[in-house]
């Protein structure tokens, strides 16, 4: 087999003029170049998988020479599915996919190049190796740039979102004074309390009057003794009975109203136990009410301090010297990609980069400063 551009798998005989034809890979019609005639191959056999591979693998090559990164990277994938045990795959697909490691600085190839590294011989990666880490460092330069960008963001991102935890707490503190305005309600009570007066008065009424006929009674009783013994005029006595008899009926009628008063007296009285309960329940709402509230105000306290120690954090980390984040960023690319290096990162850098993690979960971090692989 041939090692040029023009790779052939096999050479038969023209049925025609018996001139030799050469099939390149993966094909099973050619045409004479004595007599012109077009030969087919009718063999199932013809193009199996390494046929198809190595034609794939030529047409991948041709289209990274030629720059056609998009057809490069899918005939280098396609191959990879076919044999991915071979390490020329894996860069011509790392290739194809930064554009000659050129551009894009925000494609993540470190897996794929662990993938070349443990399909190439030793000694035969270095000359990738070293220019792959010449493109990771122009990468951590991109992340580095990008990271401070992104950090400044997020600072005006927290001051808005500290700006609207206040205004939440002065709204919940005036929810807070509404809840405590509401008015009990009290016209049970008071109609209670007016009900119970005239129970008062009724009773000491109803007390009063047999007491005032029983006196009545006997002056007119003492009258009529004094009448016989010729002491006490008839007209006296007469004025003593009528007086009896008036406070008699008016005795039925204290009575009768007592009876009433009673009778509204309950009525009142459960009116305002019904009222005591609601106000009961009603008060214990507002407390729950308020205690709801006071949470909300203690939570979006928190999140304010845990907000300006997050903005510290990160203006901490802007003004590290931008070398010492390139070099962070440098170091993590290259371990990802299985590359020793001696690289020590700022432990400010590190510090921060494990706080980011809690950040992003408590308030929603939008950027990632410390890029996760």
């Known amino acids: 087999m041939s090692e040029n551009n023009n790779l052939k798998l096999r050479s038969i005989k023209c049925p025609t003029c018996g001139g030799q034809i050469d099939f390149e890979v993966g094909r099973n019609k050619a045409a004479c170049p004595y007599c012109g005639g077009d030969v087919v191959i009718d063999d199932p056999g013809w193009l199996g998988e390494l046929d198809r591979y190595d034609l794939k693998l030529q047409n991948a090559r041709d289209a990274l020479n030629n720059k056609e990164w998009g057809r490069a990277y899918s005939l280098y994938e396609e191959c990879i599915r076919i044999k991915d045990s071979d390490a020329e795959c894996w860069q011509g697909k790392i290739e194809a996919r930064t554009k000659g490691l050129s551009a894009s600085f925000d494609e993540r190839t470190e897996g794929n190049f662990r993938c070349f590294l443990n399909r190439s011989y030793k000694g035969e990666s270095d000359p990738f190796a070293a220019?792959?880490?010449?493109?990771?460092?122009?990468?951590?330069?991109?992340?580095?740039?990008?990271?401070?960008?992104?950090?400044?963001?997020?600072?005006?991102?927290?001051k808005r979102m500290i700006e609207s935890s206040n205004a939440r707490i002065d709204e919940t503190q005036g929810k807070i004074r509404q809840i405590g305005n509401q008015p009990t309600a009290e016209v049970a009570e008071k109609r209670y309390g007016s009900t119970k007066v005239r129970l008062i008065l009724n009773t000491v009424l109803l007390?009063?009057?047999?007491?005032?006929?029983?006196?009545?009674?006997?002056?007119?009783?003492?009258?009529?003794?004094?009448?016989?013994?010729?002491?006490?005029?008839?007209?006296?006595?007469?004025?003593?009975?009528?007086?009896?008899?008036?406070?008699?009926?008016?005795?039925?009628?204290?009575?009768?109203?007592?009876?009433?008063?009673?009778?509204?007296?309950?009525?009142?009285?459960?009116?305002?136990?019904?009222?005591?309960?609601?106000?009961?329940?009603?008060e214990k709402h507002k407390k729950e009410l308020i205690s709801n509230r006071e949470n909300d105000i203690n939570v979006a306290s928190d999140m304010i301090e845990y907000l300006s120690e997050a903005i510290k954090d990160i203006e901490a980390y802007i003004g590290i010297d931008r070398d010492k984040r390139v070099q962070s960023f440098y170091k993590q690319h290259l371990d990802d990609a299985g590359l020793t290096n001696d690289i020590t990162v700022d432990p400010l850098i590190t510090q921060f980069g494990e706080r980011e993690k809690n950040y992003k979960k408590q308030v929603g971090y939008k950027y990632v400063t410390i890029r996760e692989y």
């Open 131 to 158: 220019r792959y880490k010449e493109y990771l460092l122009k990468v951590a330069d991109y992340d580095a740039s990008n990271a401070v960008s992104n950090a400044k963001d997020n600072i005006e991102y927290f």
């Open 207 to 282: 007390f009063l009057a047999p007491v005032l006929v029983l006196g009545f009674a006997v002056l007119a009783s003492y009258l009529v003794i004094k009448a016989f013994t010729g002491d006490v005029h008839l007209i006296g006595i007469i004025a003593s009975i009528i007086a009896a008899l008036i406070f008699v009926g008016v005795t039925k009628l204290v009575w009768k109203n007592y009876r009433r008063v009673i009778d509204s007296f309950k009525r009142r009285r459960n009116d305002k136990l019904a009222e005591d309960k609601h106000n009961d329940e009603l």
